[in-house]
Nanobody, 130 residues
């Protein structure tokens, strides 16, 4: 079955860069019409879509985080990575990687809708603190 596993440091200092990797098994991140996102949930708040990468390699980002976010992939390792720069304590959250698809239309609207994702990683806590 398809499994997603997040990895990365659990503690990041303010102003530094948060870097997380999602390792995918049971499916290829290049499978047609599938999309792979990062979604986070700050304490006491709703889940928030951070950004995503398509099977083709195209990327989309949340407008509120776009200036600080980069998502890339390594197809040889079947992994995709989130980098969030200049973090503050407001970036403290559980970060999830998740898969959506197959989707062939309204991609951007679907990416931002957590209910569209059918496979989730277990999540990883990231705390921003000095």
């Amino acid at each position: 079955q398809v499994q997603l596993q997040e990895s990365g440091p659990g503690l990041v200092k303010p102003s530094q860069t948060l870097s997380l990797t999602c390792t995918v098994s049971g499916d290829s991140i290049t499978s047609n019409y599938y999309y792979w996102s990062w979604i986070r949930q700050p304490p006491g708040k709703r889940r928030e879509w951070v950004g995503g990468i398509a099977y083709s390699g195209s990327t989309w980002y949340s407008p509120s985080l776009k200036s600080r976010t980069s998502i890339s992939r390594d197809t040889s390792k079947n992994q995709y990575t989130l980098q969030l720069t200049s973090v503050t304590p407001e970036d403290t959250a559980v970060y999830y990687c998740a898969r959506m698809g197959p989707i062939t239309y309204n991609v951007y609207d679907s990416l931002r809708d957590a209910s569209k994702y059918n496979i989730w990683g277990q999540g990883t806590q990231v705390t921003v603190s000095s």
